[in-house]
């Protein structure tokens, strides 16, 4: 069972960061494939995004299961909005549905 402060955290990450991902790992390191991927795929869209590293934070890695009954990591939210974990957001890219919920969001790739 999560507790409400790890809930609380997990909120404020979400609140702070308008592109977050809950990932295995770091954005310059990931250690998972997944993650990995999403990581790729947001770097290749030039989008700027925070990693939070779940296995350096065991409370966060369950809790964030909890808080969008998602059984899986990675886990992408965009403007406090869950959007999903890797095959989805793979799914959204190549379909071009990612970048056009990104425009909607107010978040702007950063210029190269």
Same mark, same amino acid.
């Given at each position: 069972?999560?507790?409400?402060?790890?809930?609380?955290?997990?909120?404020?990450?979400i609140?702070?960061n308008?592109?977050?991902?809950?990932?295995?790992?770091?954005?310059?390191?990931?250690?998972c494939?997944?993650?990995?991927?999403?990581?790729?795929?947001? &770097?290749?869209?030039?989008?700027?995004f925070? +990693?939070v590293? /779940?296995?350096?934070?065991?409370? *966060?890695? #369950?809790?964030?299961? =909890?808080?969008?009954?998602?059984? &899986?990591?990675?886990?992408?939210?965009?403007? +406090?909005?869950? /959007?999903?974990?890797?095959?989805? *957001?793979? #799914?959204?890219?190549? =379909?071009?549905?990612?970048?056009?919920?990104?425009?909607?969001?107010?978040?702007?790739?950063?210029?190269?």
């Open positions: 069972m999560t507790d409400q402060a790890t809930m609380d955290r997990i909120k404020s990450e609140d702070a308008p592109v977050l991902l809950f990932m295995k790992g770091t954005p310059v390191f990931p250690q494939g997944f993650s990995a991927r999403v990581v790729q795929i947001l &770097t290749h869209m030039g989008v700027p925070k +990693g590293n /779940v296995l350096e934070d065991m409370e *966060i890695r #369950e809790g964030i299961k =909890a808080y969008t009954n998602w059984p &899986t990591i990675p886990q992408l939210y965009v403007a +406090g909005e869950f /959007v999903g974990g890797c095959d989805i *957001i793979t #799914e959204m890219f190549q =379909a071009g549905e990612l970048q056009s919920l990104m425009t909607e969001k107010g978040v702007t790739p950063a210029q190269a």
